[in-house]
Nanobody
Framework: QVQLVESGGGLAQAGGSLRLSCAASGRISSIAVMGWYRQAPGKQRELVAAKTIGGVTNYADSVKGRFTISRDNAKNTVNLQMNNLKPEDTAVYSC?????????WGQGTQVTVSL
């Protein structure tokens, strides 16, 4: 069993910053990919950013240049630094860990960006 515990999130003004953190624990051999997804009301869940164990990153076009994902393979943690936040970034953000061949999810944390 693998558990993902998230922290961070909350309320920010447009142009501000927030940082999300996620720590994985449990029976972990090797986490191939760690990342963050988000889901806004009435919308489908979408990938925000992800990073492979080898260091390859992938970002949604809408966050490129504003968000930065970092990962500590030894500690099984992943962080998302979110800068220059926009109201359209408002969503529930969920941590994801892919351990072949199962996806694990955190409980989700709310990010709200106001004008």
């Amino acid at each position: 069993q693998v558990q993902l515990v998230e922290s961070g999130g909350g309320l920010a003004q447009a142009g501000g910053s927030l940082r999300l953190s996620c720590a994985a624990s449990g029976r972990i051999s090797s986490i191939a990919v760690m990342g963050w997804y988000r889901q806004a009301p009435g919308k489908q869940r979408e990938l925000v950013a992800a990073k492979t164990i080898g260091g390859v990153t992938n970002y949604a076009d809408s966050v490129k240049g504003r968000f930065t994902i970092s990962r500590d393979n030894a500690k099984n943690t992943v962080n998302l630094q979110m800068n220059n936040l926009k109201p359209e970034d408002t969503a529930v953000y969920s941590c994801n860990a892919f351990i072949p061949y199962v996806n694990y999810w955190g409980q989700g944390t709310q990010v709200t960006v106001s004008l």
